[in-house]
């Protein structure tokens, strides 16, 4: 039994004859009894009883008229649920995003994606980049924003965005009262504040500083930029964060920026996706709005 024999056997039987079935299916009326016989001869019983005034479905032509109807119902939806999804009214993106780029750059595009998509369902989950990479390999993932590089073989990474780190101290702390800007050597004398091993934060600092043949050993880790910020206001130490995530603290005078003379931290931020997997079209639209929709004063598109 093939899927042409089931929907010419499924015209026949609504029409209620072979010859108005196949003009319902604009098939001649010898080639729907050459292929209705074939059906009857593949399951071997008779589904019609040719009469003078027409057919008539047997018992086995009733059974098998039904899985038919549901069969060419079950394509119709099939048909209709794909090109909803095509549409983009269907369907659904989950995204894994650094902690950084979930707090304080997504939630713009997502809400100017849900406006323009709100059929489209969202799951989004923050993670740090070592988590993130896994899950985009295990298939849990479409896309992955990280604050840092994957090394990965198996996925595809671009930069999205260009971000500036800095470093912040408590207001009052005597390097911001200094007339000219601190080294490098000076902030690490500092008690330092560092984010949580597989931070994408973290590796782009401990990097900065080996390459000026320094490193730290921080009075702490912390697992959230919002930690790290109350840490540094209450006088625990300093810390290099995103400036991004510190505008309303300068603004309150809550935390103040040191500058410094001898180093400047910029760092990419990474869209990743598994290699070799076909985009979905929700993907493909939200990676237009990340590259469009209106981001923070200190974010740079790439």
């Given at each position: 039994?093939?899927?042409?024999?089931?929907?010419?056997?499924?015209?026949?039987?609504?029409?209620?004859?072979?010859?108005?079935?196949?003009?319902?299916?604009?098939?001649?009326?010898?080639?729907?009894?050459?292929?209705?016989?074939?059906?009857?001869?593949?399951?071997?019983?008779?589904?019609?009883?040719?009469?003078?005034?027409?057919?008539?479905?047997?018992?086995?032509?009733?059974?098998?008229?039904?899985?038919?109807?549901?069969?060419?119902?079950?394509?119709?939806?099939?048909?209709?649920?794909?090109?909803?999804?095509?549409?983009?009214?269907?369907?659904?993106?989950?995204?894994?995003?650094?902690?950084?780029i979930g707090?304080?750059?997504?939630?713009?595009?997502?809400?100017?994606?849900?406006?323009?998509?709100?059929?489209?369902?969202?799951?989004?989950?923050?993670?740090?980049?070592?988590?993130?990479?896994?899950?985009?390999?295990?298939?849990?993932?479409?896309?992955?924003?990280?604050?840092?590089?994957?090394?990965?073989?198996?996925?595809?990474s671009a930069?999205?965005?260009?971000?500036?780190?800095?470093?912040?101290?408590?207001?009052?702390?005597?390097?911001?009262?200094?007339?000219?800007?601190?080294?490098?050597?000076?902030?690490?004398?500092?008690?330092?504040?560092?984010?949580?091993?597989?931070?994408?934060?973290?590796?782009?600092?401990?990097?900065?500083?080996?390459?000026?043949?320094?490193?730290?050993?921080?009075?702490?880790?912390?697992?959230?930029?919002?930690?790290?910020?109350?840490?540094?206001?209450?006088?625990?130490?300093?810390?290099?964060?995103?400036?991004?995530?510190?505008?309303?603290?300068?603004?309150?005078?809550?935390?103040?920026?040191?500058?410094?003379?001898?180093?400047?931290i910029r760092?990419?931020?990474?869209?990743?996706?598994?290699?070799?997997?076909?985009?979905?079209?929700?993907?493909?639209?939200?990676?237009?709005?990340?590259?469009?929709?209106?981001?923070?004063?200190?974010?740079?598109?790439?």
């Amino acid at each position: 039994m093939n899927r042409n024999h089931l929907a010419l056997f499924h015209a026949v039987a609504k029409a209620g004859s072979i010859s108005r079935g196949a003009v319902a299916i604009r098939v001649s009326q010898p080639a729907v009894s050459k292929q209705i016989g074939e059906l009857e001869n593949a399951l071997g019983v008779r589904l019609l009883d040719r009469l003078p005034r027409g057919c008539e479905l047997t018992e086995a032509g009733r059974i098998l008229a039904d899985y038919a109807h549901r069969w060419c119902s079950l394509e119709q939806d099939a048909k209709r649920a794909i090109e909803e999804y095509r549409g983009l009214k269907r369907g659904r993106l989950t995204v894994g995003a650094s902690l950084t780029i979930g707090g304080y750059l997504l939630p713009g595009a997502l809400a100017e994606f849900h406006r323009r998509y709100p059929d489209i369902e969202l799951k989004i989950e923050i993670a740090n980049t070592e988590s993130i990479r896994r899950s985009l390999l295990d298939g849990v993932f479409e896309l992955g924003l990280t604050e840092g590089p994957i090394e990965s073989g198996e996925l595809d990474s671009a930069v999205f965005f260009q971000d500036e780190l800095v470093v912040i101290a408590p207001v009052g702390h005597a390097l911001l009262k200094k007339k000219t800007a601190a080294t490098v050597r000076e902030i690490c004398r500092e008690p330092f504040l560092l984010r949580e091993e597989g931070s994408g934060t973290r590796a782009v600092v401990e990097q900065a500083l080996r390459r000026k043949g320094l490193t730290v050993k921080p009075l702490m880790s912390l697992a959230s930029p919002e930690a790290i910020k109350n840490a540094v206001a209450a006088g625990l130490g300093i810390a290099v964060v995103s400036r991004l995530i510190i505008e309303q603290e300068l603004r309150a005078g809550s935390l103040g920026v040191i500058p410094l003379k001898d180093l400047t931290i910029r760092r990419p931020l990474y869209r990743q996706c598994l290699c070799n997997r076909t985009p979905s079209p929700a993907l493909l639209k939200f990676s237009e709005v990340l590259r469009t929709v209106k981001l923070p004063a200190n974010a740079k598109v790439t």
